[in-house]
């Protein structure tokens, strides 16, 4: 819901928006990550998602 709202926003005043999305637990097998490496995990997506922004300036 979101990353709805934001594509709303930036095409409604002209921006260009990006939504990261992180997947760490699958609902048919149940394999999950744990905590730790949820959270180490997160922080390399925020890493690789601001790159990525300064990138495209």
Known sequence: ???????????RHGCRALAVL????HL????A??????????GDMVEIALEAAISTK
């Open 1 to 11: 819901m979101e990353a709805a709202e934001l594509y709303n926003l930036a095409a």
């Open 28 to 31: 048919q097998t149940g394999e």
């Open 33 to 42: 990550l744990p905590p730790e490496e949820r959270q180490s995990s997160f």
């Open 22 to 25: 992180t997947v760490s637990d």
